[in-house]
Nanobody, 115 residues
Framework: QVQLVESGGGLVQPGGSLRLSCAAS????????MSWYRQAPGKERELVAG????????NYADSVKGRFTISRDNAKNTVYLQMNSLKAEDTAVYYC????????WGQGTQVTVSS
């Protein structure tokens, strides 16, 4: 069964941090590029961060550069999104994407940044 399962979302105050995890099963994560997307209420789903399989090269949306970091642990078949200096505008459902053909989506995890 090819599956991506996100975890780590929750409620955090502005300026706080969260680390999201995406655990893959049914495929070897190290062989695929992986991405994090998010969708805020009333907005289109947008790419937040991506990481290539071979080189480990990363890319980020301008809105999160310097605050978010995508990484992978191949031994754990897991990709992470470290989110620092969170803002209210970061509130969204965050989705993991990648692997297989077509790529799979995780079920999403809610991140709420609020006082």
């Amino acid at each position: 069964q090819v599956q991506l399962v996100e975890s780590g979302g929750g409620l955090v105050q502005p300026g706080g941090s969260l680390r999201l995890s995406c655990a893959a099963s049914g495929f070897t994560l190290r062989n695929y590029a992986m991405s994090w997307y998010r969708q805020a209420p009333g907005k289109e789903r947008e790419l937040v961060a991506g990481i290539l399989s071979a080189s480990g090269s990363t890319n980020y949306a301008d809105s999160v550069k310097g605050r978010f970091t995508i990484s992978r642990d191949n031994a754990k078949n897991t990709v992470y999104l470290q989110m620092n200096s969170l803002k209210a505008e970061d509130t969204a459902v965050y989705y993991c994407r990648g692997g297989t053909s077509p790529p799979r989506w995780g079920q999403g995890t809610q991140v709420t940044v609020s006082s």
